[in-house]
């Protein structure tokens, strides 16, 4: 199971950190990823975090957002920092075939 939060409103500029806490199964091994969605559109793939740590980002957040992970929580995050209108989609935490439930990102002044 993955559980994501942190999601909210906030201004164009500003920044948010999201957070996946997994329970039934150990992330130590396995690569994570963020996906977005906006509604009416399909799903893309944001960045991602191997178990290896080396982390790969789409070019529209490169530099802008950080993808990381505790093993130790159990928990991958996602810092997303000078957030652009651009950036509202429910973000879904990703790893194989499970998926959280989403939780919203909505940049807007």
């Known amino acids: 199971r993955l559980v994501e939060s942190g999601g909210g409103l906030v201004m164009p500029g500003g920044s948010l950190r999201l957070s996946c806490v997994v329970s039934?199964?150990?992330?130590?091994?396995?690569?994570m990823a963020w996906v977005r969605q906006v509604p009416g559109k399909g799903l893309e793939w944001v960045a991602g975090i191997g178990s290896d740590l080396r982390t790969h980002y789409i070019n529209s957040v490169n530099g802008r957002f950080t993808i990381s992970r505790d093993n130790a929580k159990n928990t991958v995050y996602l810092q997303m920092n000078s957030l652009k209108p651009e950036d509202t989609a429910v973000y879904y935490c990703n790893t194989g075939m499970y998926w959280g439930q989403g939780t919203q990102v909505t940049v807007s002044s």
């Open positions: 039934e199964f150990t992330i130590t091994v396995t690569a």
